[in-house]
């Protein structure tokens, strides 16, 4: 039983699936996309992305290394020098597996297996949206609910001026009718003489009636 095993034998003897793996690794190095089956590129990916790891350390051992596996000169060359240098910064992944659907004869699950930097078109398409997307706050209702905010407290100082100017006419009101009741008073206090009985005028009187 297989309990545990994780490796595909890919239905190969163990030199036959090591031939097939390093010539899989070298043509990918050299092509930078290959397409083959689901199966085989998973493979394929376990075996090649320790080569392009140790491919950054460009000295004698590790190109010694990376040849007990590859077996090929061309691949060998063009790894430690243009594929060396577009991994560089990438601390893994070196891989993209794009399912192709199934093959016609056999059924099988069909891939494209790529080198992920090689692939202008999407870096392109990276780096524009990069250039196109704004800086924008974690909290995508922040800016809504500030603006509600700033609308209601306008709704509140119109609704309060409003009441300012429905109390104003009042209070004009009452200041006009204020000088009416001065003047009411005024004319009381210089109709006062005309009618006045006071003793002055009742002694005034009786001399007149004596005389």
Do not use: W
Request: charged share 30%.
């Amino acid at each position: 039983m297989r309990h545990g095993k994780k490796n595909n034998h890919l239905g190969r003897t163990a030199s036959h699936r090591a031939a097939l793996l390093s010539n899989l690794a070298s043509s990918l190095i050299l092509h930078k996309r290959i397409k083959t089956t689901v199966a085989k590129a998973r493979e394929l990916r376990k075996y090649v992305e320790p080569l392009l790891t140790r491919s950054k350390d460009d000295s004698t051992h590790s190109r010694r290394t990376v040849f007990a596996f590859l077996q090929n000169k061309e691949s060998l060359k063009e790894l430690f020098g243009t594929v060396a240098d577009k991994v560089a910064t990438r601390p893994g992944g070196y891989t993209r597996i794009i399912k192709l659907g199934t093959r016609l004869g056999d059924n099988a699950e069909m891939c494209i297996i790529e080198l992920v930097d090689f692939n202008e078109t999407l870096l392109a398409a990276k780096e524009e949206k990069a250039a196109k997307s704004t800086r924008r706050s974690r909290r995508s209702g922040g800016g809504a609910k500030v603006a509600a905010s700033a609308v209601s407290e306008a709704i509140v100082v119109d609704a309060v001026a409003e009441e300012v100017v429905a109390e104003a006419p009042v209070a004009e009101v009452e200041a006009n009718e204020a000088p009416v009741a001065e003047i009411d008073v005024t004319d009381a206090a210089e109709e006062a003489p005309a009618g006045d009985d006071s003793p002055a005028a009742d002694e005034a009187a009786e001399d007149e009636n004596k005389a």
